[in-house]
């Protein structure tokens, strides 16, 4: 849409009105047209529209109506974004002339502030230029200038140049030191704005000007106001200023010595934020906080208490009464009053204090219980509600902390503060108890006598953290408990109570029998609340508290339940509950039906109840899972069949709706129902359910899948087998699912049940690679080997290759399920002569059925397998799979890896001799050295090691093969394989590792590459075998990062000639394992300087001038590099924006083929995260770094014009 200036010239002659009220409709319809962005200006008229528009709105700024006034500072806002940099430069000339010259700048001030927090970060040369000069001159005097100074630091601060940065900073120095009242505060928080710019010699000179200002002395006001730039500095940048607080911390402590309130306030804000932001830096300086908290804490000059003898009275048991007097009188007195007394604020600072303390160091926690918290428990009776908040929250944080702590005990051990007397010697959890007694009943004062709901509500907190981290509650608990029921009657404190009476009910029935009476009066209470949040959560807690009670005791507690279930089944079916508190109802009623055995006629009610509100389309969800709570108990409780059968065809008629989780929950409580009534079923529930499962079973759904075959199953165990169309459903499924043993489990009960026979036939009808594991199920549940294995022998030996690599995976699985089977196939010749087949997977398959029948039978068929197994054989390769089956099928299970071990030595020899100058047989031998190794590792390491030096290439090929295997497979596998795994695997493989290394210099190019690939898999799986020797393997892999001019040659290809790089794999293995150890290694700080990161930037650098696979792996190395120090890649941006710019300004021809295209989009998605990742790095770095102008060239004229080609 366009606008013309006809239609906005009308809007602006309004301005002009003496009527107030049109120059405000005129601006509101301004800012209409402004905001809207599908509206642009006429190209036409439009700068000399907008000239007028700017024209307008700046009068505006003049009008003498607020309102007006107001609308036209809000115009600029959207207007920014429409106009040029010359008209920007116009409008802040003019609002600068403005601020400058007019007795009230505030609007001007304002405006500019707006003007700069709307306006692009690229135009900050504008900005710069035209406000600094302007605003520098006027800092002294005006608090406006000092906010526009602000708002420009923050958004375009990155923008100022070195020179700009110091002047600034000289300005501000100079405010701190002669201006006054409130210009003083806000030039304390331009400086933090400033600090994030500051170059590392500024901010240093700024700390020695911060520390020489407290040397100096000076009034009471400069000295605050050194304090209040400590912590705004530290709040900017607290990793900078951590270096220097050896310094700044005693000047900050020094300062409260000072007799000036003030002073002091500012000083423990400023340590709080110290202590909270650099807890490492001020660890020396904990015992000091410590004394300072504690001093101030107890600081009230303007009311005459002996803190000492206080301290000690508290813990007199003979002074508990006077104490409570003390209280009450507390709140009684009235006669006391100053409206000048500030000293709250440092009790209250001091309590913050605190509580950072605790909340950054949890390992005082012991020293803390000590000195602290007897301290905090004194200061309850604080006569300044702000401050007794403070100091319960303080202690409420304490108790949180020590609720962290996992361990039961803690060892005895010390830790160095200021004051070396400080210990960590007892475990803060058996210091809690001895406090808790006076806590409760300190909290239960509060919460009788205190008239404001503030200090009860940091009360019920602070007993809830008690309560939670308590293992046993103390007698004077029910002090606290008895006061609940006077507060509940204040509606903002009732969510509290719940609160607390969730974190009660973590506690045994033995702890809280005696206050079940009161508990139980309370949630009934608030269950019956007219508030629906407060009834559905004193609900959900209801259903906690039943859990509590019924569990195994002594105690009656029938009394408690019947009126907890009466208010649940009351909420549950009244017609004016909020659905919120109806589901938490309802949820309570399954929970109790679970745990409690209800009379006959509770029973019926509560499943009626349950039955209606499944019926029901709000309530469906939770009734489910009442239900699943329900089925899942261990309570044997006589439900009427009916009800059983009215459940399970509700839940049936659930699974044909639309909504997907209302189905999965569905199905999950359904089959839980049928495992546990599944007597009770009647044969028409059963037959109506089938017919809903088998369309679900039709949908092809895999979540619905497997509990649908599951309950499946159960139905046939009950109701007898399958029959009809549902059974072809299930047939249908196996070529996809196969695999799944919830389908196995279900084949198998209705073939041992059913007609087997007839399953066979239609498994078999399919295609039976694809159903092998089906039919072999199939044929032992219904034991139709005997009748079936002849027929399936046959079709092994038939003309059909698809048909016999379906019938030897059937007997492969028949002997992988079944130590009997083999017996009956006596001759197994025939497979033996499939190895002559011409069909290279009918081979294979043949193989992997012999080696299954083997592994049952080692003695009679693994003898046979090895002596058949000779260099000249022609069937090598084959008997190798068929012994690699035999193998895997034993060290499975290591009862059974023994039988094998008789024979692993000739097996062993056997494998060595064999010519393996084949890939496809070489890796299977490979694996099957890996695993004899894992097997016996006492006997064949040695011979591993020895063989690691051997001078054949294929011998060294085989082990680089199995020492990769091994590497490859977890501690777990290792474990099983072993048959006698008293070493761990750790020390299996480490003797391999140093030996292996030598491989990586391999003369043979391929067995150079399977070396290092293997240590990829060891920097995956096992990185710490390399820890140790972590340099002399990334020597080893750069040396093969260089590209090898003698390994290029060329090829000749009809008329043209072609480069190729007989390197090109080795080198990106290299590549592939260097990132592989820097993935392993840059999480832990100790290896990241035997990384070698430089030297791997570098390497990664080099490889975006490889290969495109190459370059592929050398972008994410970067990107890895980037996030652990973007500090490694700054001396290659020169070298990467070239790179860059090359790729992403790369023109392709007409005729180029889509493969490249796809690669070099690829390709250019990685250089924009790369970048975007630099860019981010950089700006997040405490310090400003300037980067390269290629670099920046690169990022303003290329990269931010860049639109990646989108993924495929």
């Known amino acids: 849409m366009s606008y013309s200036s006809s239609v906005i010239q009308p809007l602006l002659e309004r301005l002009s009105s003496e009527d107030s009220d049109y120059r405000f409709m005129s601006l509101s319809d301004l800012y209409a047209i402004l905001s809207n962005k599908t509206i642009t200006l006429s190209a036409s008229d439009s700068i000399t529209t907008v000239n007028r528009i700017i024209d307008g709105i700046l009068k505006s700024l003049s009008d003498n109506n607020a309102e007006v006034q107001n609308l036209a500072v809000k115009c600029l806002a959207p207007l920014v974004s429409r106009i040029s940099d010359t008209q920007l430069t116009n409008i802040l000339n003019r609002l600068s002339f403005f601020s400058t010259e007019d007795e009230d700048s505030s609007l001007a001030s304002t405006a500019l502030r707006t003007i700069i927090t709307s306006s692009s970060p690229s135009s900050s040369k504008i900005f710069i230029a035209r406000l600094l000069h302007t605003l520098l001159p006027t800092l002294q005097s005006s608090t406006d200038s000092l906010d526009v100074l602000v708002d420009l630091l923050n958004k375009f601060g990155s923008g100022l140049s070195a020179e700009q940065v110091a002047e600034i900073q000289t300005q501000l120095i100079s405010v701190l030191e002669n201006g006054k009242g409130l210009v003083r505060k806000r030039a304390v928080s331009a400086l933090g704005a400033l600090s994030s710019h500051l170059t590392a010699k500024l901010w240093d000179d700024l700390m020695n000007y911060l520390i020489d200002s407290f040397s100096q002395g000076g009034n009471n006001d400069s000295l605050r106001v050194a304090v209040s730039v400590c912590s705004t500095l530290c709040k900017a940048s607290h990793i900078r200023t951590g270096p220097y607080l050896a310094r700044l911390a005693p000047n900050v402590l020094k300062s409260l010595d000072v007799e000036d309130d003030d002073v002091r306030e500012a000083a423990i804000v400023a340590l709080e934020t110290l202590v909270g932001l650099c807890p490492t830096e001020m660890t020396a300086f904990t015992g000091d906080v410590i004394a300072v908290s504690s001093r101030f804490l107890k600081y009230d000059p303007n009311y005459a208490v002996n803190d000492?003898?206080?301290?000690?009275?508290?813990?007199?048991?003979?002074?508990?009464?006077?104490?409570?007097?003390?209280?009450?009188?507390?709140?009684?007195?009235?006669?006391?009053?100053?409206?000048?007394?500030?000293?709250?604020?440092?009790?209250?600072?001091?309590?913050?204090?605190l509580g950072t303390l605790i909340g950054t160091r949890p390992d005082l926690l012991s020293t803390l219980y000590g000195s602290i918290a007897p301290l905090l428990v004194s200061r309850f009776k604080e006569r300044e509600e702000s401050v007794r908040i403070e100091v319960i929250h303080t202690f409420a944080s304490l108790i949180r902390q020590t609720a962290g702590i996992t361990s039961p005990t803690l060892p005895k051990r010390k830790r160095r503060m200021s004051d070396d007397s400080m210990t960590l010697e007892t475990d803060p959890k058996s210091q809690l108890p001895a406090l808790s007694v006076r806590v409760f009943k300190l909290l239960a004062q509060h919460m009788s006598k205190t008239p404001g709901i503030p200090t009860k509500q940091a009360a019920l907190n602070c007993a809830t953290e008690l309560v939670s981290v308590l293992c046993n509650l103390p007698d004077e608990f029910s002090l606290f408990i008895q006061t609940l029921e006077s507060v509940v009657a204040h509606g903002t404190l009732r969510t509290s109570v719940i609160k607390f009476f969730s974190a009660l009910a973590s506690h045994s029935i033995d702890q809280i029998a005696e206050f079940l009476p009161t508990i139980v009066a309370i949630i009934v209470s608030l269950s019956n609340d007219k508030f629906y949040r407060i009834s559905s959560e004193a609900l959900a807690v209801t259903g906690e508290l039943v859990v509590v009670i019924t569990s195994p005791s002594a105690i009656d507690v029938t009394p408690f339940i019947v009126q907890l279930h009466a208010t649940a089944v009351a909420k549950a079916t009244a017609h004016d509950s909020d659905l919120e508190t109806r589901e938490q109802a309802i949820m309570v009623i399954g929970t109790i039906m679970s745990r409690v055995a209800l009379s006959s006629d509770e029973v019926r009610s509560d499943c009626g109840v349950l039955l209606e509100r499944l019926r029901n389309e709000t309530t469906r969800q939770v009734t489910i899972r009442a239900l699943s709570t329900i089925s899942l108990s261990k309570l044997d409780v006589a439900y009427s069949a009916e009800w059983i059968n009215a459940i399970i065809a509700e839940l049936a008629s659930l699974l044909q709706k639309s909504n997907r989780s209302l189905r999965l929950s569905a199905v999950t409580t359904l089959h839980e129902f049928i495992e546990k009534f599944s007597k009770q079923v009647t044969t028409d529930a059963a037959t109506n359910l089938l017919s809903v499962l088998r369309f679900v079973l039709i949908e092809d759904d895999l979540q619905l899948l497997v509990p649908v075959l599951s309950i499946l199953s159960t139905l046939i165990t009950v109701l007898g087998p399958l029959r009809g169309k549902i059974v072809d459903t299930i047939v249908e499924l196996v070529p996809k699912y196969g695999s799944s043993e919830a389908l196995l489990n279900l084949l198998a009960v209705q073939a041992q049940i059913g007609d087997a026979k007839a399953l066979f036939e239609a498994l078999t009808k399919a295609d039976v690679n694809l159903t092998a594991r089906a039919v072999a199920v199939v044929m032992l549940s219904g034991n139709l080997v005997d009748t079936t294995l002849a027929c399936i022998k046959l079709e092994a030996t038939g003309s059909s290759e698809v048909n016999a690599r379906g019938a030897l995976a059937v007997i492969a699985e028949l002997a992988r399920r079944s130590s009997t089977v083999p017996v009956t196939i006596a001759d197994v010749s025939f497979l033996y002569n499939l190895f002559l087949s011409s069909d290279e997977e009918v081979k294979i398959a043949a193989a992997q059925a012999l080696g299954a029948i083997a592994a049952t039978n080692v003695d009679a068929y693994v003898p046979q397998l090895a002596s058949q197994l000779t260099p000249l054989s022609r069937n090598a390769k084959m008997l190798v799979i068929a012994l690699r089956e035999a193998i895997l099928l034993n060290s499975s299970k290591s009862e059974r890896a023994s039988e094998v071990a008789p024979y692993t030595a000739?097996?062993?020899?056997?494998?060595?001799?064999?010519?393996?100058?084949?890939?496809?047989?070489?890796?299977?031998?490979?694996?099957?050295?890996?695993?004899?190794?894992?097997?016996?590792?006492?006997?064949?390491?040695?011979?591993?090691?020895?063989?690691?030096?051997?001078?054949?290439?294929?011998?060294?090929?085989?082990?680089?093969?199995?020492?990769?295997?091994?590497?490859?497979?977890?501690?777990?596998?290792?474990?099983?394989?072993?048959?006698?795994?008293?070493?761990?695997?750790?020390?299996?493989?480490?003797?391999?590792?140093?030996?292996?290394?030598?491989l990586l210099e391999d003369s043979d190019l391929e067995n150079r590459r399977l070396a290092i690939s293997a240590i990829t898999s060891v920097a995956y799986n096992r990185p710490q075998l390399v820890a140790d020797y972590l340099q002399q393997v990334l020597k080893l892999l750069v040396e093969e990062t260089q590209p090898r001019p003698e390994l290029v040659r060329e090829v000749q290809m009809g008329p043209f000639k072609h480069k190729v790089d007989d390197g090109l794999e080795a080198r990106k293995a290299a590549y592939d394992a260097l990132y592989a150890i820097l993935v392993a290694f840059a999480v832990l700080q100790d290896k990241r300087d035997e990384l070698g990161l430089s030297v791997m930037t570098e390497r990664a650098v080099a490889g975006l001038s490889d290969d495109h696979d190459v370059k592929i792996i050398g972008c994410v190395m970067l990107g890895k590099i980037i996030e652990i120090d973007v500090e490694f890649v700054y001396p290659y941006l020169e070298i990467l924006a070239k790179k860059f710019t090359e790729v992403i300004t790369r023109k392709f021809r007409e005729t180029e083929v889509k493969q490249e295209f796809e690669r070099h989009g690829e390709l250019q998605r990685h250089i924009v995260r790369i970048t975007q990742q630099i860019q981010s790095a950089t700006a997040d770095l405490a310090s400003p770094v300037e980067l390269p102008a290629a670099w920046t060239q690169y990022v303003a004229e290329t990269f931010s014009k860049v639109r990646p080609i989108p993924a495929a």
């Open 308 to 353: 000492e003898d206080d301290e000690e009275e508290m813990y007199d048991a003979d002074s508990e009464e006077g104490f409570d007097e003390d209280l009450e009188d507390l709140y009684d007195d009235t006669g006391f009053s100053d409206e000048d007394d500030v000293s709250w604020k440092l009790r209250r600072g001091a309590a913050k204090l």
């Open 906 to 998: 000739d097996l062993w020899s056997r494998l060595f001799a064999l010519d393996v100058t084949d890939n496809g047989i070489k890796s299977v031998a490979a694996e099957c050295v890996g695993r004899l190794t894992a097997l016996d590792p006492a006997k064949f390491i040695p011979d591993l090691r020895a063989l690691l030096k051997s001078t054949d290439t294929a011998t060294r090929s085989l082990v680089i093969g199995a020492v990769r295997f091994l590497f490859s497979q977890s501690d777990a596998a290792l474990a099983e394989e072993a048959a006698s795994p008293a070493a761990s695997s750790e020390d299996l493989l480490r003797p391999i590792i140093v030996d292996f290394f030598a």
